[in-house]
């Protein structure tokens, strides 16, 4: 059956740096997500990426943050300079509108 | 308060209880879906209840959804140990690019 997939499932980064998450998602999906955890926090959307382009952001989705699908498979979601908060679990998803497939996320850590 | 709150906030539970589990949400949605995570790991999407339907089954999982009360409730019927997650319900408005509202989620633990 076919999955999202992420990569890593754990980053260390120091404060500062530049962390790029990477998600596979499923091949025939048109519309790609993510999302992020803290800590025993829900999960809350950060952006959603149609068409390659943005189609809604959050406002935690502020200009540290970028998404790409730099060669029609892999999408990417790249933090310019971490700072300690955004540690959490973060979701790719991809899908249709109405259901979503999640990855089993990676963890950030930012120290 | 915010879109999709479950509760309660933590529900455990005997093996071969039953589980119900409520979430309400304010805004009108498209539909509502219940995901599990189990501890550190990802969101498995169990199922997917749309406005216009009042309830749906599968396997041991019931949801209902009472839209003029702005809520939905999921059952799980004869628990097992294999079940303790966190279950989150998830609201889907239509209006925009499928982003999806969780709720603070529901920690079910399911004693042997």
């Known amino acids: 059956e076919p999955e999202v997939t992420q990569t890593p499932s754990h980053q260390v980064t120091q404060m500062g740096q530049e962390v790029i998450l990477r998600c596979v998602p499923i091949?025939?999906?048109?519309?790609f997500y993510w999302y992020r955890q803290i800590l025993g926090q829900k999960v809350e959307f950060l952006v959603s990426?149609?068409?390659?382009?943005?189609?809604?952001k959050s406002e935690i989705f502020d200009d540290q943050f970028s998404v790409e699908r730099p060669d029609g498979s892999n999408f990417t979601l790249k933090i310019r300079s971490t700072k300690l908060e955004d540690s959490a679990m973060y979701f790719c998803?991809?899908?249709?509108?109405?259901?979503?497939?999640f990855g089993p996320g990676t963890r950030l850590t930012v120290t | 308060s915010q879109q999709g709150e479950e509760d309660p906030q933590a529900l455990s539970i005997q093996e071969g209880e039953n589980a119900t589990m409520n979430c309400s949400y304010k805004?009108?949605?498209?539909?509502l879906q219940w995901y599990r995570q189990n501890s550190g790991r990802g969101l498995v999407h169990l199922i997917l209840?749309?406005?216009?339907?009042r309830e749906k089954h599968s396997g041991r999982l019931r949801v209902t959804l009472d839209t003029s009360k702005k809520s939905s409730s999921l059952l799980i019927t004869a628990s097992r140990a294999a079940d303790t997650a966190s279950y989150f319900c998830?609201?889907?408005?239509?209006?925009?690019?499928?982003?999806?509202?969780f709720g603070q989620g529901t920690i079910l633990t399911v004693h042997p």
């Open positions: 209840i749309r406005s216009n339907e």
């Open positions: 998830a609201t889907f408005g239509g209006t925009s690019y499928g982003k999806l509202t």
């Open positions: 998803a991809s899908g249709a509108l109405h259901e979503q497939y």
């Open positions: 990426f149609y068409n390659n382009e943005i189609s809604e």
């Open positions: 091949s025939n999906h048109l519309y």
């Open positions: 805004t009108s949605i498209n539909n």
